[in-house]
């Protein structure tokens, strides 16, 4: 099953697929011979493999690796998710501190804090991998499907919220309702994905010199996996160009 992402017109480089692979597929792609480091992602779906086998394993946290982390960060990879209560990244990823660099507001709408706190992870920090995951039964997005534009008020800051998501719905071939949720989701990913190389030169140099790699994700709460889209891919053209003039 697969679902191609849209591609905003002020990023026509962006090529996103949200390409969700059955169980076999997941299965191979989890286990992965031992030639080569892991890479960003691959050490993402070994941790996610590690909480679908058991959700209650426990996290790879030490007195040691706390103490580490006193002297700096380095995380391998950021995530930016829904603020939602169930989709907590580092247990979904099984990961340690230090390990993932998190970003959370409800439907991961993506503001100028979180663009910013990416672009410190990524360039900073140097993380190699940004991750938008979006999640089943999403609050966020649900209230953006429900609510109507000009209807009433939820008050000034939810309402800029749903304001936020709901032009995804644009780039839906389904209808945007209830029954069609995990469609809007991803068409919220994906208009995250775009607003964030639209909005951040950093990221999109970034991406396009080969030092970050951006990918959208979806978790379900049935099976506690994460499936991954394939990975933005920029244009010769974006990818040389410079964000040097945006600094
Ligand atoms: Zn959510």
Redesign the pocket.
């Given at each position: 099953m697969l679902r191609k992402i849209h591609v905003s017109t002020t990023v026509t480089a962006a090529l996103l697929t949200l390409a969700i692979p059955g169980p076999a597929a997941f299965a191979a792609r989890a286990s992965r011979g031992a030639q080569a480091p892991p890479s960003a992602l691959e050490r993402l779906k070994a941790g996610n493999a590690r909480f679908v086998r058991d959700a209650a394993a426990p996290l790879p946290i030490d007195e040691a690796s706390r103490q580490a982390q006193a002297r700096g960060q380095s995380p391998f990879a950021i995530v930016l998710s829904?603020?939602?209560s169930r989709?907590p990244p580092e247990v979904i990823f099984n990961a340690g501190l230090g390990e993932i660099f998190v970003v959370r507001t409800?439907?991961?709408v993506a503001d100028q804090a979180v663009l910013a706190s990416i672009e410190y992870a990524a360039e900073h920090l140097n993380a190699s991998l940004l991750v938008v995951m979006?999640?089943d039964t999403?609050?966020?997005?649900k209230t953006a499907v429900e609510s109507k534009a000009g209807g009433a008020s939820m008050g000034p800051n939810l309402d800029a919220l749903v304001g936020a998501i709901r032009p995804a719905f644009d780039h839906m071939s389904a209808p945007a309702d209830g029954d069609h949720l995990r469609d809007a989701v991803l068409a919220n990913v994906e208009q995250v994905v775009n607003d964030i190389l639209t909005k951040s030169a950093i990221v999109k140099h970034l991406i396009g010199a080969g030092k970050l790699q951006a990918i959208g994700a979806y978790y379900e709460f049935a099976t506690g996996r994460v499936r991954f889209s394939e990975a933005v891919r920029l244009s010769s053209e974006h990818a040389s160009n410079s964000p040097a003039a945006h600094r």
């Open positions: 829904c603020a939602d989709v409800a439907g991961g979006g999640h999403c609050g966020a997005v």
